[in-house]
């Protein structure tokens, strides 16, 4: 494999890995969020800003650690076929499977995108009590789908690089 593709490889799993490791904190953020609110329901003056700061926060956590969960090769998989492959076998079927990923993940990109820029154009709020906008999450969304793209065509490449017996 040429170089520039190894730098790439490693450029976008090492970003993917810093992005997924400070997004398991995002966890702790919805708790204190979700604590807070307990708090003050207690005190009878509920906030009315927790539970959708908590969903958007768990959208966040979600949608950012997904690309580290496809990284780590942690995502769920139905082995009853995969696993009797050789390790060529397997990377055949996930350059295969990794095509169909990548449509799918560019379709989901592109409306995020639009969704984002119409957000960003008409200051669009959600529509409760607090009216929070909602550009910041779609902008995170957005961003994630970005990254699980790259992190794709990286293992692509690591496919492509596993069937010619090479490393990366």
């Not at 450029?11 to 810093?18: D, I, Q």
């Not at 902008?139 to 994630?144: E, L, N, Q, W, Y």
Request: proline content about 4%; hydrophobic content about 55%; glycine content about 4%.
């Amino acid at each position: 494999m040429p170089a520039w593709t190894r730098a790439y490889v490693r450029f976008v799993e090492a970003m993917n890995y810093r992005v997924g490791r400070i997004a398991m904190y995002l966890l702790y953020v919805m708790m204190a969020i979700l604590l807070w609110s307990s708090v003050t329901k207690i005190m009878h003056v509920p906030a009315l800003w927790t539970l959708e700061m908590a969903q958007f926060t768990l959208v966040a956590y979600f949608m950012l650690g997904a690309p580290y969960s496809l990284q780590l090769d942690t995502n769920v998989r139905m082995d009853l076929i995969y696993a009797r492959f050789t390790t060529k076998g397997q990377a055949v079927w996930d350059v295969f499977t990794v095509f169909c990923l990548m449509f799918y993940l560019g379709v989901m990109l592109w409306g995020a995108f639009d969704a984002t820029a119409y957000s960003f154009a008409v200051n669009e709020r959600n529509p409760t009590a607090w009216r929070p906008p909602l550009w910041p999450i779609k902008s995170v969304i957005t961003f994630a789908f970005a990254l699980m793209l790259l992190q794709a065509s990286a293992h692509l490449i690591r496919d492509i690089a596993t069937i010619r017996g090479e490393k990366i």
